[in-house]
Nanobody, 124 residues
C-alpha cells in the first residue's frame, strides 16, 4: 500500500518562507510524477507544481512561478516544495499526490485518494 504524507505547513508572515515535505512510503517516489495542489477556503483545489519522474522536468502555476521550487530527495524518498516570498493568497491546505500530467499544472490529474494535507497560513 503506497502512502504520501504532507508536512511543514504553519503560520508565516507575508514575505516569509516555508518548505513543505511530501514523504512517500510503499513505493519509489522517483519513478512517478508528483504534484502539489492547494485548496483555499471556498475555492476549488488547484494545481501548484509538478516534478516528473527522475526530475527531468518541473512545472509551476503562473501564480507561484519564481517564488516556489519543487525538488526531490531520492535518498529520503521525499518531494519538497520550497515557498518563498509568501503572500496572503497562498493561504490554503496543500496536498501532494502522484499525478499524470500533460502540458502544464492545469492538466495534472491525481492518482488515488487525497491525503490529509498541510495547512499554510500567510498572515501578519
Amino acid at each position: 500500500q503506497f502512502q504520501l504524507m504532507e508536512s511543514g505547513g504553519r503560520v508565516v508572515q507575508p514575505g516569509g518562507s516555508l518548505k513543505l515535505s511530501c514523504a512517500a512510503s510503499g513505493f519509489n517516489l522517483n519513478v512517478i510524477a508528483i504534484g502539489w495542489f492547494r485548496q483555499a477556503p471556498g475555492k476549488e483545489r488547484e494545481g501548484v507544481s509538478c516534478i516528473v519522474a527522475h526530475a527531468e522536468s518541473t512545472y509551476y502555476a503562473d501564480s507561484v512561478k519564481g517564488r516556489f521550487t519543487i525538488s526531490r530527495d531520492n535518498a529520503k524518498n521525499t518531494v519538497y516544495l520550497q515557498m518563498n516570498n509568501l503572500k496572503p493568497e497562498d493561504t490554503a491546505v496543500y496536498y501532494c499526490a502522484p499525478v499524470t500530467i500533460g502540458s502544464g499544472v492545469q492538466t495534472m490529474a491525481p492518482i488515488g485518494s487525497w491525503g490529509q494535507g498541510t495547512q499554510v497560513t500567510v498572515s501578519a
